[in-house]
């Protein structure tokens, strides 16, 4: 089955409803795996909530580059584990954010 990504949107240490739906979404389509970044000490807590929702691999990546610049840390990042992965398909939510990381990262 083919490995579908979803970027995790979160604040402050919770997850949004959207990303949550995401991973729902990508259940359907393959193997959702979530990608966590820069969530600091809640990683734990994010990446349990995204396997409660049925990311069957979470893959996190931390550092003060996500909390100093905007975007393009998350776009490295997002297309270094989006190729490693192999992955079929990347999904992200329709925030501000996510619509710049996504047109960044295609």
Do not use: C, N, W
């Not at 990504?5 to 795996?33: N, Q, Y």
């Not at 990446?47 to 776009?75: C, H, I, N, S, T």
Request: hydrophobic letters at 60%; charged letters at 25%; proline letters at 3%.
């Amino acid at each position: 089955m083919a490995e579908i990504l979803v970027l995790v949107d979160h604040a402050d240490g919770a997850v949004r409803k959207p990303a949550l739906e995401l991973l729902t979404l990508a259940r359907r389509i393959g193997e959702p795996s979530a990608v966590v970044l820069g969530a600091g000490a809640a990683a734990a807590d994010i990446a349990a909530k995204a396997a409660e929702f049925g990311a069957a691999k979470v893959y996190v990546a931390d550092g003060a580059e996500f909390a100093d610049q905007l975007v393009v840390p998350k776009v490295d990042a997002l297309a270094q584990i989006a190729k490693a992965a192999e992955a079929a398909a990347v999904l992200v939510t329709s925030s501000g954010e996510g619509k710049e990381v996504a047109a960044r990262v295609a």
